[in-house]
């Protein structure tokens, strides 16, 4: 794993630590390589009213774009769930597809 990596998945640690998620008790972080090599991060910020929560994949991008970056290497995301993967629910995966197309 290179340094770069490393502090990708560090960070995608540090931002899964401060998810509001007092419904589903399922904290997520995330954390995104710019191309310029910038680590933009995220987590899930939920709602009582369901729709309203944003994951964590989706909070660092809108971050990214708001900080002026449009071109991304990687994505990391974390969860609580040991020795198993999560992948990125159906909202994400259509804004992870339209940056990675348009941007
Ligand atoms: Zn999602």
Do not use: W
Not at 63 to 79: D, K, L, M, P
Request: glycine residues 6%; proline residues 3%; charged residues 20%.
């Amino acid at each position: 794993m290179t340094d770069q990596v490393k502090e990708l998945v560090s960070k995608c640690l540090q931002a899964r630590d401060k998810a509001y998620c007092p419904y589903s008790r399922f904290p997520v972080g995330a954390a995104v390589l710019t191309a310029d090599g910038a680590i933009i991060t995220g987590c899930n910020v939920e709602n009582a009213s369901y729709g309203l929560t944003v994951c964590a994949e989706r909070t660092a991008i809108q971050r990214a774009v708001v900080e002026g970056h449009t071109q991304f290497s990687a994505i990391a995301v974390t969860c609580d769930i040991k020795d198993r993967f999560v992948g990125p629910c159906g909202a994400c995966r259509q804004v992870l597809m339209e940056v990675r197309r348009c941007l």
